[in-house]
């Protein structure tokens, strides 16, 4: 009986193999963060080792990406992680909504839940775990581009939309 369910098990592993999510590779850069932000190289470095696997559209996979289950699991993360935040398309969306987005990435850099812990186990993507300077650099990064928002654009250009006569957030 045991030696049933591990063959069957093998052959689901096997034909499993062949079923692969669409890969993260566009690489549109037409809406990228960096055709409206300055983004100075060393910034540019860290957001390309650190954030960009998950938060843009282009993906550098790893070679594990090719055996299943675990390009599902990668998968389902570039997708999450693209949904919460994706510098490829970033300028695509309103002025209040990039302005939040840097918000967004300050916190999180500064409360170290960026990048997930889980990109840097058993010392994968070693130069995606940041150091405090390196960390202090994005915040700075993303303050700055969150002040040239305020100097550019009216305040109630940055701020989220009135609903029902409420005020909106500062």
């Given amino acids: 009986m045991l030696k049933k369910i591990l063959i069957g098990l093998g052959i689901v592993l096997i034909i499993i193999q062949f079923i692969h999510p669409e890969k993260n590779e566009s690489n549109d850069l037409m809406y990228d963060i960096s055709t409206k932000y300055e983004v100075p190289g060393d910034v540019n470095h860290l957001l390309q080792v650190s954030c960009n696997d998950c938060h843009s559209n282009k993906t550098e996979y790893p070679w594990?990406?090719?055996?299943?289950?675990?390009?599902?699991?990668?998968?389902?993360?570039?997708?999450?992680?693209?949904?919460?935040?994706?510098?490829?398309?970033?300028?695509?969306?309103?002025l209040f909504v990039q302005n939040h987005k840097l918000e967004e990435t300050v916190e999180m850099v500064e409360e170290m839940e960026m990048p997930l812990p889980s990109y840097t186990y058993f010392g994968l993507h070693a130069e995606a775990k940041l150091t405090e300077a390196q960390r202090k650099m994005i915040v700075d990064w993303a303050k700055d581009q969150m002040d040239y928002l305020k100097q550019t654009y009216p305040a109630d250009s940055l701020a989220f939309p009135k609903k029902n006569g409420e005020e909106p957030n500062k």
């Fill in 64 to 94: 594990y990406a090719n055996v299943q289950p675990v390009a599902w699991w990668l998968n389902d993360h570039v997708v999450d992680g693209k949904k919460h935040l994706n510098f490829s398309e970033f300028t695509k969306l309103p």
